[in-house]
C-alpha cells in the first residue's frame, strides 16, 4: 500500500476506484443514535492532505473493531481504497458535498513521513463577522485574546435535555471584540483551562472549525457542532505570534500587567459574595475611584419620563442616527427623499450595512436604608429576567408615544415584576460619575436569589449597620468626605449620556467638552455580561402598589 500513488483531495472524482489518501486526522467526533446518548452508530473525521485542503471521512459503527485503533486525532494515516460519498449534512465543515467513507475494502496504515502542514488555518477577522460579511453557519478559524470568560451554565435544550454553556468575550489586534459561545464539551474543556491553578495570566484561543452565529439579533462566534477543535495557549506559531503582539501592546499602553490579564468571572454566588467593596446607597457619590461596587437593594419605581429602549448599531451597540436625505432640484431648492439615512453615532464605527438593533436600556430607582440612585439595566441582565428581548416585548404592545424614542405612554406589564423586588447589585462607578458627579450607575450584574441576598447581609451586617458614615466596612481607600451634589436632571440617550443643564460657571469649558461620553465608558454595557447557573426567581405575580405612579399596559392578543 505504501508504494501506492498518492492521491490529493482536489484530484477525486467519481470515477476512480482504487486510489490512496495521505492525510492527517484534523478532528474527530461521535454520532450518538437520537434517544440513546450512549450508542455511538458512526464517527466523523476532518482530515488534511498535504496541500492542506480537507476533506471530511466517516466509519460507521460495524467496521469500528477494525479502524477504530488507528483514528487518532493527529496522527497521520495512509488510507487505501475509502469510497467517495455524499454529504448529507445541512452544515458542511469543510465546504465540499462529497466526503470519504471507510468501507470493508478499505485498509489503514499510520505513518510517519508527513511533509505536510502541521495545521492550516483560514483565519477571518472580527470585523468582518460583525459586519455580516460571512454567512451565519460558515466554517471559519478565528483567533482571538480572551478578555473575560463567565461561568458555564446550563441551559434547556430544544428537546427538554439540559447541555452546558459558556460565553467568552475576545478581542483581536485592532481592539475589535465579539462573543464566542461554547457549548458542551468544548464549554467544559474552556471553563476547566480558565479556572485551571496553573494557567497563564494571559489567555490567546484559537478556533479551528469554528462558525458564525445570529442569536436574537447579535453577531456572534461559536463551535460547529463537535467538529471544532480548540487550542488554548497552546505552543503553535500563530497563537505565540499573536500573543507576542497583543501583550507588546497592551503594555505599551498601561504600566498595569494586571490590568491586561484575562479576566475569570467565577459563578454569581461566588463573585457577589468576593467582592472586595460593598456601599450603601448614600456614599456611592463619595467613591472618587473608578471601581465596581455591589449595593443591596429595592426596586421602588421604573421612570416613565426616560426610553425604556434604544436602537443600537448592530456592530458596536451604539446608539443609531437617522437623517434625512437632501436632493437638490433644478431650481435650486430640495426635496426630502422619503428613505432616511441610518448612520452610527460612533465616529470609530466602521460598520457598512448598519441594522438596526432594539436594546434594553431600563431605568430604575433602588433603594436601601440611606437613600435612592439611580440605575441602569441593561440588555443581557434585561434578558435573562424577562426571557424576551426588547424588539419581542415592544412588538407585544400597542400604545407607543412616538414623541418620546423608546418610550411609551404607560410601561410594560413585565416591568412590574421588578417592582418593590430586593436585588444584589454589581454596579460599575465610572470616570463619568466621579468628573461629572453624576449620580446614574450602569448595572453589570444582578441578582434576586434569597440565598445571596442572605449572605451579602450577614457578610456585611447590611441589617445591624445604622446609617453612620462611620459604619462603612469598605472603601476605605476611596472615600473621601461625603459630597452631597444633585445630579437629577440627567437624560440617557442610547449610548451616550448628556446632563439636559450644565451650568458654565461651575464647571467650566474642560468639563463642557467632557460631558457626552460613550455609554461602555460610563457604564459596562454588555461588555461586562455575566451569567448564572442559579437562575434568579422572578415570581408571575407581583402587587404594585398605587404609590408606584406608572399604568401596566396588556399585550395584544391575536385573534
Same mark, same amino acid.
Given at each position: 500500500?505504501?508504494?501506492?500513488?498518492?492521491?490529493?483531495?482536489?484530484?477525486?472524482? %467519481?470515477?476512480?476506484?482504487?486510489?490512496?489518501?495521505?492525510?492527517?486526522?484534523?478532528?474527530?467526533?461521535?454520532?450518538?443514535?437520537?434517544?440513546?446518548?450512549?450508542?455511538?452508530?458512526?464517527?466523523?473525521?476532518?482530515?488534511?492532505?498535504?496541500?492542506?485542503?480537507?476533506?471530511?471521512?466517516?466509519?460507521?459503527?460495524?467496521?469500528?473493531?477494525?479502524? =477504530?485503533?488507528?483514528?487518532?486525532?493527529?496522527?497521520?494515516? +495512509?488510507?487505501? /481504497?475509502? *469510497?467517495?460519498?455524499?454529504?448529507?449534512?445541512?452544515?458542511?465543515?469543510?465546504?465540499?458535498?462529497?466526503? +470519504?467513507?471507510?468501507?470493508? #475494502?478499505?485498509?489503514?496504515?499510520?505513518?510517519?513521513?508527513?511533509?505536510?502542514?502541521?495545521?492550516?488555518?483560514?483565519?477571518?477577522? #472580527?470585523?468582518?463577522?460583525?459586519?455580516?460579511?460571512?454567512?451565519?453557519?460558515?466554517?471559519?478559524? #478565528?483567533?482571538?485574546?480572551?478578555?473575560?470568560?463567565?461561568?458555564?451554565?446550563?441551559?434547556?435544550?430544544?428537546?427538554?435535555?439540559?447541555?452546558?454553556?459558556?460565553? !467568552?468575550?475576545?478581542?483581536? =489586534?485592532?481592539?475589535?471584540?465579539?462573543?464566542?459561545?461554547?457549548?458542551?464539551?468544548?464549554?467544559?474543556?474552556?471553563?476547566?483551562?480558565?479556572?485551571?491553578?496553573?494557567?497563564?495570566?494571559?489567555?490567546?484561543?484559537?478556533?479551528?472549525?469554528?462558525?458564525?452565529?445570529?442569536? @436574537?439579533?447579535?453577531?456572534?462566534?461559536?463551535?460547529?457542532?463537535?467538529?471544532?477543535?480548540?487550542?488554548?495557549?497552546?505552543?503553535?506559531?500563530?497563537?505565540?505570534?499573536?500573543?507576542?503582539?497583543?501583550?507588546?501592546?497592551?503594555?505599551?499602553?498601561?504600566?498595569?500587567?494586571?490590568?491586561?490579564?484575562?479576566?475569570?468571572?467565577?459563578?454569581?454566588?461566588?463573585?457577589?459574595?468576593?467582592?472586595?467593596?460593598?456601599?450603601?446607597? %448614600?456614599?456611592?457619590?463619595?467613591?472618587?475611584?473608578?471601581?465596581?461596587?455591589?449595593?443591596?437593594?429595592?426596586?421602588?419605581?421604573?421612570?416613565?419620563?426616560?426610553?425604556?429602549?434604544?436602537?443600537?448599531?448592530?456592530?458596536? /451597540?451604539?446608539?443609531?442616527?437617522?437623517?434625512?436625505? +437632501?436632493?437638490?432640484?433644478?431650481?435650486?431648492?430640495?426635496?426630502?427623499?422619503?428613505?432616511?439615512?441610518?448612520?452610527?453615532?460612533?465616529?470609530?464605527?466602521?460598520?457598512?450595512?448598519?441594522?438596526?438593533?432594539?436594546?434594553?436600556?431600563?431605568?430604575?430607582?433602588?433603594?436601601?436604608?440611606?437613600?435612592?440612585?439611580?440605575?441602569? =439595566?441593561?440588555?443581557?441582565?434585561?434578558?435573562?429576567?424577562?426571557?424576551?428581548?426588547?424588539?419581542?416585548?415592544?412588538?407585544?404592545?400597542?400604545?407607543?408615544?412616538? *414623541?418620546?424614542?423608546?418610550?411609551? @405612554?404607560? +410601561?410594560?406589564?413585565?416591568?412590574?415584576? !421588578?417592582?418593590?423586588?430586593?436585588?444584589?447589585?454589581?454596579?460599575?462607578?465610572?470616570?463619568?460619575?466621579? %468628573?461629572? @458627579?453624576?449620580?446614574?450607575?450602569?448595572?453589570?450584574?444582578?441578582?434576586?436569589?434569597?440565598?445571596?441576598?442572605?449572605?451579602?447581609?450577614?457578610?456585611?451586617?447590611?441589617?445591624?449597620?445604622?446609617?453612620?458614615?462611620?459604619?462603612?466596612?469598605?472603601? *476605605?481607600?476611596?472615600?473621601?468626605?461625603?459630597?452631597?451634589? *444633585?445630579?437629577?436632571?440627567?437624560?440617557?440617550?442610547?449610548?451616550?449620556?448628556?446632563?439636559?443643564?450644565?451650568?458654565?460657571?461651575?464647571?467650566?469649558?474642560?468639563?463642557?467638552?467632557?460631558?457626552?461620553?460613550?455609554?461602555?465608558?460610563?457604564?459596562?454595557?454588555?461588555?461586562?455580561?455575566?451569567?448564572?447557573?442559579?437562575?434568579?426567581?422572578?415570581?408571575?405575580?407581583?402587587?404594585?402598589?398605587?404609590?408606584?405612579? #406608572?399604568?401596566?399596559?396588556?399585550?395584544?392578543?391575536?385573534?
Amino acid at each position: 500500500m505504501e508504494n501506492n500513488k498518492i492521491t490529493m483531495f482536489r484530484s477525486l472524482d %467519481a470515477h476512480l476506484t482504487n486510489y490512496t489518501i495521505k492525510a492527517k486526522i484534523i478532528s474527530l467526533w461521535h454520532k450518538k443514535m437520537n434517544g440513546d446518548e450512549k450508542q455511538i452508530y458512526r464517527v466523523d473525521m476532518v482530515l488534511m492532505d498535504e496541500e492542506g485542503s480537507f476533506m471530511q471521512c466517516s466509519c460507521l459503527n460495524k467496521l469500528f473493531k477494525r479502524f =477504530l485503533k488507528h483514528l487518532v486525532v493527529d496522527d497521520c494515516l +495512509l488510507i487505501y /481504497k475509502p *469510497s467517495l460519498a455524499k454529504d448529507t449534512t445541512k452544515i458542511k465543515v469543510t465546504g465540499k458535498d462529497q466526503k +470519504l467513507s471507510l468501507y470493508p #475494502f478499505s485498509s489503514v496504515l499510520k505513518i510517519e513521513n508527513w511533509s505536510g502542514p502541521r495545521y492550516y488555518f483560514r483565519f477571518t477577522d #472580527f470585523k468582518s463577522v460583525l459586519t455580516k460579511k460571512v454567512l451565519a453557519n460558515t466554517p471559519i478559524d #478565528f483567533l482571538g485574546y480572551v478578555v473575560v470568560s463567565y461561568p458555564i451554565e446550563d441551559v434547556d435544550k430544544k428537546d427538554g435535555t439540559k447541555t452546558k454553556r459558556m460565553n !467568552l468575550t475576545l478581542k483581536d =489586534l485592532h481592539d475589535t471584540k465579539i462573543s464566542l459561545t461554547l457549548w458542551e464539551n468544548y464549554a467544559i474543556e474552556m471553563s476547566d483551562y480558565m479556572n485551571g491553578k496553573d494557567r497563564e495570566d494571559h489567555v490567546v484561543l484559537l478556533v479551528h472549525f469554528g462558525t458564525v452565529n445570529i442569536y @436574537q439579533e447579535k453577531v456572534g462566534l461559536t463551535n460547529m457542532f463537535e467538529a471544532s477543535r480548540l487550542f488554548m495557549n497552546s505552543d503553535i506559531d500563530e497563537i505565540r505570534e499573536f500573543k507576542e503582539r497583543y501583550v507588546e501592546k497592551e503594555f505599551s499602553q498601561s504600566s498595569s500587567s494586571k490590568h491586561s490579564c484575562s479576566q475569570v468571572i467565577s459563578n454569581v454566588e461566588e463573585q457577589f459574595l468576593n467582592a472586595g467593596d460593598f456601599v450603601f446607597n %448614600a456614599f456611592i457619590s463619595s467613591i472618587e475611584v473608578e471601581k465596581k461596587v455591589v449595593i443591596v437593594g429595592t426596586v421602588i419605581a421604573i421612570s416613565n419620563n426616560k426610553p425604556w429602549y434604544y436602537l443600537a448599531c448592530n456592530h458596536c /451597540k451604539k446608539q443609531i442616527e437617522e437623517r434625512s436625505q +437632501l436632493v437638490e432640484k433644478e431650481d435650486g431648492s430640495f426635496d426630502v427623499l422619503d428613505q432616511n439615512i441610518i448612520e452610527c453615532s460612533n465616529g470609530d464605527c466602521e460598520a457598512i450595512d448598519i441594522t438596526p438593533i432594539h436594546r434594553y436600556k431600563i431605568p430604575l430607582r433602588v433603594q436601601d436604608s440611606t437613600g435612592t440612585v439611580s440605575c441602569t =439595566l441593561f440588555d443581557y441582565e434585561a434578558i435573562k429576567l424577562f426571557k424576551k428581548t426588547a424588539k419581542q416585548l415592544l412588538d407585544a404592545y400597542t400604545k407607543v408615544d412616538s *414623541s418620546i424614542e423608546g418610550g411609551f @405612554q404607560t +410601561l410594560p406589564a413585565e416591568f412590574g415584576t !421588578l417592582i418593590n423586588r430586593k436585588f444584589a447589585f454589581q454596579i460599575k462607578v465610572s470616570s463619568y460619575n466621579i %468628573a461629572n @458627579q453624576s449620580e446614574n450607575y450602569g448595572i453589570s450584574m444582578l441578582s434576586s436569589d434569597d440565598d445571596i441576598l442572605s449572605a451579602l447581609e450577614k457578610k456585611w451586617k447590611i441589617n445591624e449597620v445604622d446609617q453612620s458614615e462611620s459604619n462603612v466596612q469598605s472603601l *476605605s481607600d476611596s472615600v473621601s468626605n461625603v459630597k452631597f451634589i *444633585s445630579k437629577e436632571s440627567q437624560s440617557v440617550i442610547g449610548d451616550n449620556v448628556t446632563p439636559e443643564h450644565v451650568d458654565v460657571a461651575d464647571h467650566g469649558q474642560s468639563k463642557l467638552e467632557n460631558v457626552k461620553r460613550n455609554l461602555q465608558e460610563v457604564y459596562d454595557v454588555d461588555a461586562v455580561d455575566s451569567s448564572s447557573s442559579k437562575r434568579p426567581n422572578i415570581p408571575g405575580d407581583v402587587e404594585i402598589k398605587d404609590a408606584i405612579k #406608572f399604568d401596566l399596559i396588556t399585550p395584544k392578543l391575536e385573534k
